[in-house]
C-alpha cells in the first residue's frame, strides 16, 4: 500500500455515507479518463507483441531447417522457457514424439529453474520393451539435462493414479551414483542403480499394462 493511498484511506474514515458515494463516483470517473489515456498504449502493445511472435516464428522457421546432429537437436529442443514460439512448440513436440515412441519418456510443462521441458518417466506394467527404451532414453539425455538448485537431474513420474494422491519425482545425481523416488510431501525411496529404480517405479508407479482394481 502507498502512502498516497493510506492518506485517502484514512481521510475517508471520517466521511459520511453520502460524502464517500461522491467520492467513489469520482475516483470511478478518474479510472474511466485513465483507461481512456491507456487506449493507445495498450494498441502500441498489442502490435508489438504480434510483430515479436512473428519475429520468433520466423526465426524458429530458419533454426528448425538448418542441418544438427541428433545430440544438438536435443539441446535445442529441451530448452522452455515458457515464451517459445508456436512454431518450436509445434517443432519441439513433434521432436520427442518421435524420440521418445509409444512405450518411452512423457513430455509436459518445463522446470522454470532450469529453463528445460519436464521429461517424465510414464512405463507399463511388466514391459521389458519400455524398461529398456526408458533406461536407453535417459542414459542419453543425462548429459544435456540441467541439475536443479539441489544438484539433482529431476524427472516427472506420470502414473496409473495420474497423482490423485501425492505427485512424484525421479531425481538423478550421476556423481553421487544416486537414483531417487520422491514425493511432493519429501518422502523418498533411494536405489544403488538406474535399473533397480526403475523396475521399482514400473512396479509401483507404472502408467499403464496392469488393471489397477487388481491392486
Known amino acids: ?6 492518506l485517502e484511506l484514512g481521510r475517508l474514515y471520517y466521511m459520511t455515507k453520502d460524502q464517500l458515494i461522491k467520492e467513489l463516483e469520482a475516483a470511478s470517473l478518474e479510472r474511466e479518463k485513465l483507461f481512456k489515456k491507456r487506449e493507445p498504449i495498450d494498441v502500441k ?3 508489438n507483441y ?27 529442443f529441451l530448452f522452455e522457457d515458457g515464451n517459445v514460439s508456436s512454431t518450436r512448440y509445434k517443432e519441439r513436440d513433434k521432436f520427442w514424439n518421435d524420440f521418445c515412441g509409444n512405450l518411452g519418456l512423457n ?10 521441458i ?3 518417466v510414464k512405463l507399463t506394467y511388466g514391459s521389458e520393451e519400455s524398461l529398456k ?3 536407453d532414453q535417459i542414459i542419453k539425455l543425462l548429459p544435456f539435462i540441467k ?27 550421476e556423481d553421487k551414483n544416486e537414483y531417487t523416488v520422491k514425493t511432493h510431501y519429501g518422502e523418498e525411496v533411494n536405489f544403488p542403480s538406474l535399473k533397480v529404480a526403475l523396475k521399482y517405479i514400473q512396479k509401483h508407479h507404472y502408467y499403464d499394462g496392469k488393471d489397477t482394481e487388481e491392486e
Do not use: W
Not at 1 to 6: A, G, Q, Y
Not at 107 to 116: A, E, I, L, R, V
Not at 150 to 171: A, M, N, P, Q
Open 107 to 116: 513430455h509436459s510443462g518445463y522446470y522454470p529453474f532450469t529453463k528445460q
Open 50 to 76: 504480434e510483430l515479436i511472435d512473428r519475429l520468433k516464428d520466423k526465426i524458429t522457421a530458419l533454426e528448425v531447417k538448418e542441418p544438427k546432429s541428433l545430440e544438438e537437436k536435443i539441446e535445442y
Open 147 to 173: 541439475v536443479d538448485k539441489d544438484d539433482y537431474k529431476v524427472f516427472g513420474i506420470f502414473e496409473h493414479t495420474l497423482s490423485r494422491y501425492c505427485s512424484y519425482h525421479f531425481l538423478v545425481n
Open 118 to 120: 519436464r521429461l517424465q
Open 45 to 47: 502493445i498489442k502490435s
Open 133 to 135: 527404451l526408458h533406461k
Open 1 to 6: 500500500m502507498t502512502e498516497r493511498l493510506e
